[in-house]
């Protein structure tokens, strides 16, 4: 492990614009932080930090600036998402989709006020972690976060639901300024009345996988056209993948035009992995979108995939969750934040080595800045010990 003594120059320059929102130390606290989570490889402790910071700021000082509520992490939050929107080439049409959906971050203290209780499945254990509600933005190979919340339990007095979570994100949103069209797709969970009106109020589309609870305007349930379609109905469409490989995934599909109670008309689509697959293995996708194919809807419900490559990278990549701050929901919600904004910096930093049409990943370019970091620390270690070398022989003569 090498020894920080400076701080990167990169990084206090592309940070330099924060610095009037904080006062005393903090900013300089803040930037060790962000530069902390990027060359830490272990699990992302305040004293795990703490050891790759130089000896004036030690790792209490790290966990002092995530308990301290005077500097705007909302605000810095926002700058940098503006500044990753604008670090990548738009696309061409314009198009931009937010996928939302939520994980699960384990952890074994019950005294974290944000500590749920709870099971991914039926057969799944029960677990006790963070629930966390993410939405990013996803064009091309990109995938930059926006915006998350914290589902605290149902004891508590502030309790939300995810719907209405998702719903606080996308009123909170400001779109970049190439953005001509935008299209939400999200899980069975978030397909609540009350959000697809709003999506629909600004003027939205949306590819959802809805419950199959839903009845049509005919009264019709969803879940009688999954289990009845006889099998022959279903044909076979062939969807490319997010980044080009020359291969492309088959589907079975089925489509239909349909009018949706209290939402409209849109198109209900059917899909599954191979034909014979059981109503239990289908997924049910509903989108407003204008003449949808099977084809456009499956390819757009696609894109779901990456939210969950952001997770990955967000808990094994820059330690979500490993912050050990208890018994203030502020501070909790401060430590998640933190480590988007991490993940937000180096995407910055390293914006140039993700290349259009080309898979990545947080895990190389987090090892390559940490490669740069070490690079310019060793140089200036070897300068600073000729000099030093130099001037004992001056003295020695």
Known sequence: MIQITRLPEEVKRFLEPL??????????????????????????????????????????????LIACGRWPWEEVLYWLVTQALA??????????????????????????????????????????????VLLIAQWGVYRIPLDFRLVKPKTHTDYRSEPMLVRDMLEALVLPPWCKCVIVVADAAYASRKNLKAIQARGWFFVIAFPRTWKLANGQYLRDIVTHLPIHHYHRVRVPPLVPTGRQRTFWTFLKHAQLRHIGDVTVTLSRRRRNDSPKQTKLLVTNL?????????????????????????????????????????RVERSVAITLMAYLVVLCLQAKHIKPGTAWSIFALKQKFAWDVGAQQIKRTTQQETLKAIRNMKLAA
């Open 290 to 330: 204008p003449m949808a194919t099977a084809r456009i809807v499956v390819a757009i419900y696609l894109r779901r995939w990456p939210v969950e490559i952001c997770f990955k990278e967000l808990k094994s990549g820059l330690g979500l969750g490993h912050a050990q701050v208890t018994k203030d929901v502020a």
């Open 87 to 132: 670090a990548f080439p738009p696309p061409d049409d314009g198009m931009l989709y937010l996928v939302v959906d939520s994980t699960l971050k384990g952890k074994r203290t019950k005294k974290n006020p944000l500590v749920k209780k709870g099971r991914l499945n039926e057969q799944a254990p029960v677990t006790w972690g963070l629930h966390l």
């Open 19 to 64: 610095r009037a929102g904080f006062s005393y130390r903090h900013f300089l606290v803040f930037c060790w932080l962000i530069v902390a989570h990027l060359v830490c490889f272990e699990k992302a402790t305040c004293k795990a930090l703490g050891r790759y910071t130089p000896k004036h700021i030690g790792w209490w000082h790290l966990r002092r």
